[in-house]
């Protein structure tokens, strides 16, 4: 089977790190390794009410979104053969798998000779539709309805296959912490940094996850909206983040390196 970063695959579920099941006294007796865990700073009224305030946001949504995606269904079905849209298992809140529904833009049934992989630059299987999507994100308007299910906020953590979650859990212990909350459609990392091709940009990647979690409010939400329609349109990462005043990327990682540590070596990506 085909990994993202020719990690070998032990498990195809989410399962707890090798650590949380032993007592933190117990672990700091042994001599385990522990971790700091990420807090929420501040604002905790908010947290509260966010899904309140994500279903009424995505509820308004669907109405113009509704005859975009329409037309954005009518393309896909006149330049490729199968379905529009297509569902996925992701890891949500505290590990919780859900579907996750989106507009396809690679070929039908792509993943039948590979294995389940990670999209790579100028993929062969990604339709000329599916270019297209892919580059303004409009593939994702979809997940509108996984906001309105609960599965999903319109800000935060993009979730992850659950596939891929085991080896990443055993190389960067800090990535089930960015499970405390419900994944987003959008989010910090989402809008300042690439697609994942190697475990280096996942531990940057958690870098904005966990930042974004210990920082998380409604003034950050707003801006990261408003980033979002800038990065939907083409506009490079660094000016999206300047724009919507969004932290630089060395303030992050400088942040949140205790939770985090340095990049993974190349031993442990080969192994």
């Given at each position: ?18 650590t949380?099941?032993?007592p933190?006294?117990?672990r700091?007796?042994?001599g ?33 979104v ?5 037309l954005i269904?009518?393309g ?11 569902t ?8 919780r798998?859900?579907?996750?529904y ?21 993929d062969p299987?990604?339709?000329?539709v ?13 997940q509108?309805l996984?906001?309105?299910?609960g599965?999903?906020?319109?800000i935060?953590p ?7 979650v085991?080896?990443l ?9 960015r ?12 809008v300042?940094?690439p ?19 210990e ?31 969004l932290?630089?990327p ?11 540590g ?9 192994a």
């Amino acid at each position: 089977m085909a990994t993202p970063f020719n990690l070998h695959l032990l498990e195809t579920e989410t399962v707890p790190a090798p650590t949380d099941t032993v007592p933190l006294r117990s672990r700091r007796a042994r001599g385990i390794a522990v971790h700091p865990k990420v807090r929420t700073r501040g604002h905790r009224w908010y947290l509260r009410c966010k899904s309140a305030l994500d279903f009424s946001m995505a509820l308004l949504l669907a109405i113009p979104v509704a005859p975009l995606v329409t037309l954005i269904a009518l393309g896909v079905k006149l330049t490729s053969r199968g379905p529009v849209f297509y569902t996925q298992s992701r890891v949500g809140k505290n590990g919780r798998p859900f579907t996750i529904y989106k507009v396809r833009t690679m070929i039908d049934n792509c993943e039948s000779l590979t294995g389940p992989r990670w999209s790579i630059p100028g993929d062969p299987r990604v339709t000329r539709v599916g270019w297209f999507l892919r580059k303004t994100h409009l593939d994702e308007l979809p997940q509108l309805l996984n906001v309105l299910r609960g599965d999903m906020s319109l800000i935060g953590p993009r979730p992850e296959r659950p596939e891929f979650v085991p080896d990443l859990e055993r190389a960067l212990p800090a990535y089930r912490q960015r499970l405390v909350i419900r994944p987003g459609v959008t989010g910090l990392a989402q809008v300042q940094q690439p697609a994942d091709t190697d475990l280096d940009c996942v531990r940057r990647k958690l870098s904005y996850d966990l930042y974004y979690i210990e920082r998380l409010s409604p003034w950050l939400d707003l801006r990261l909206l408003f980033a979002t329609a800038f990065y939907a349109a083409g506009v490079s990462f660094t000016t999206v983040g300047k724009v919507a005043r969004l932290p630089e990327p060395e303030q992050v990682e400088r942040a949140m390196e205790h939770l985090v540590g340095d990049a993974p070596s190349a031993r442990r990506l080969s192994a």
